[in-house]
């Protein structure tokens, strides 16, 4: 004889549709959440390579500059010189005995450093890519007449500047800054911008 089927085994069509009806609902709720969540990590993500990129740029940038030479004879075609785009010097890095030429650029992928052995030799060169949307840049140090150093975004001189900036503007507004002494000089005796080694000039 069979036994009669148990009526509390498994769950009626009602209550499956309930159920599916409760669980899309509380996946509706959940999906801005996630959403939310996800933006957060890709933004905090991409703030921690900018913050890598930025350092690494920093450090290249003031390793190179403090090592920037006066063009010996000869060589006077290879001085310092530089515009707001990009800027070109001679330096001996540490551990090379070899004299370089070195110019960092601004590209569209971000700042190019190249490095090219004198008096000859293959070229070197890295890109540090940046997300900023403009990027410049400055130049600080004496004038011909001989007065107080001023700020400039050109530098033709027959003698280096004293202070390299470069000024990174991002698409929110935020301004970061790189800033660097050249050839080793003392450094500026002068206003100082919040604690971050700028010296203020009135044509800044």
Request: aromatic share 8%.
């Amino acid at each position: 004889m069979t036994p009669p089927a148990d009526k509390e085994a498994g769950f009626t069509l009602l209550e499956v549709l309930m159920a599916g009806a409760i669980l899309a609902a509380v996946v509706a709720l959940m999906l801005p959440v996630v959403r939310i969540a996800s933006q957060v990590e890709n933004r905090s993500q991409e703030m921690a390579e900018r913050r890598t990129d930025h350092a690494g740029l920093e450090r290249v940038m003031r390793e190179l500059l403090w090592q920037a030479q006066s063009a010996p004879e000869g060589l006077e075609g290879s001085r310092f010189s530089g515009d707001a785009g990009s800027v070109s010097f001679l330096a001996r890095p540490d551990g090379n005995e070899r004299l370089f030429q070195v110019s960092l650029s601004l590209e569209a992928e971000g700042v190019r450093v190249s490095l090219s052995p004198l008096p000859g030799g293959p070229a070197h060169s890295s890109t540090f890519p940046l997300s900023s949307s403009q990027w410049r840049f400055h130049y600080y140090g004496d004038p011909e007449d001989g007065a107080a150093p001023v700020w400039s975004e050109r530098w033709d001189k027959s003698w280096m500047p004293r202070l390299l900036v470069l000024d990174m503007t991002d698409e929110d507004g935020q301004v970061r800054r790189i800033e660097t002494l050249v050839g080793g000089q003392a450094p500026i005796d002068c206003e100082y911008d919040s604690g971050q080694g700028i010296c203020l000039g009135a044509d800044y």
